[in-house]
């Protein structure tokens, strides 16, 4: 079944698994910062997007960062109000979840 953001309007763009390193888009890299924390630094047109992952024993925290290339003024980014790619200023997460699956961290 499909999972849907923005108040189930849209569908959810981009749902995936992926290992260290490289990955099959060679815009996107990850690696272990320490022990608890991985990163996935994305080059995008404009910005260089940064997703910092911190997992605890039973929490984790996900922090964003998006800084534009030099020369670029403007973000481009999927709107879920809109529904469409908007251009803006400044770029913020909104909304983000961070969940521990337990079973796996003993698998």
Excluded: W
Aim: with cysteine.
């Amino acid at each position: 079944m499909p999972r849907y953001e923005g108040g189930g309007r849209h569908r959810l763009a981009n749902e995936r698994e992926a290992g260290l390193g490289s990955s099959a888009d060679a815009r996107i890299q990850y690696r272990v910062v320490d022990p608890n924390t991985i990163q996935s630094i994305q080059d995008n047109k404009a910005p260089i997007a940064t997703f910092t992952i911190k997992v605890g024993s039973s929490s984790c925290s996900l922090e964003y960062q998006a800084k534009l290339k030099p020369g670029k003024t403007e973000y481009v980014s999927f709107s879920q109000l809109a529904g469409k790619m908007e251009r803006c200023k400044s770029f913020t997460l909104a909304h983000h979840t961070c969940t521990i699956n337990q079973a796996a961290r003993r698998g």
